[in-house]
């Protein structure tokens, strides 16, 4: 069975910085998203199974760098530039796909992390 296990959030001023962390049970093509209150939960990036290729959204694209650590099975959000309408609930999220591309859509997505909040001050 599929574990992901999400640390990292937490309260935070705009223009600061955040690193989420997802510790999977195995390696899988892993993406994060996230859910804003009243909103679809979104795309936020993602990395390809194999090879390292990642994918963002065009909304934290040049803000936010996802990098994985194969030995260790974790996948990272480093955050930067934080903005207040960055605040969510970020969710962690395995794939099945076994890709040197990453995975951008939910229904490609298997498994799915608790999530954590990410607040952004204003």
């Known amino acids: 069975q599929v574990q992901l296990v999400e640390s990292g959030g937490g309260l935070v001023q705009a223009g600061g910085s955040l690193r989420l962390s997802c510790a999977a049970s195995?390696?899988?093509?892993m993406g994060w998203f996230r859910q804003a209150p009243g909103k679809e939960r979104e795309f936020v990036a993602g990395?390809?199974?194999?090879?390292?290729?990642?994918a963002y959204a065009d909304s934290v694209k040049g803000r936010v760098t996802i990098s994985r650590d194969n030995a260790k099975n974790t996948v990272y959000l480093q955050m930067n530039s934080l903005k207040p309408e960055d605040t969510a609930v970020y969710y962690c999220?395995?794939?099945?796909?076994?890709?040197?591309?990453?995975?951008?859509?939910?229904?490609?997505?298997?498994?799915w992390g608790q999530g954590t909040q990410v607040t952004v001050s204003s």
């Open positions: 990395v390809a199974w194999l090879g390292g290729s990642t």
């Open positions: 999220a395995a794939s099945m796909f076994q890709s040197r591309l990453p995975r951008r859509t939910r229904g490609e997505y298997d498994h």
């Open positions: 195995g390696r899988y093509a």
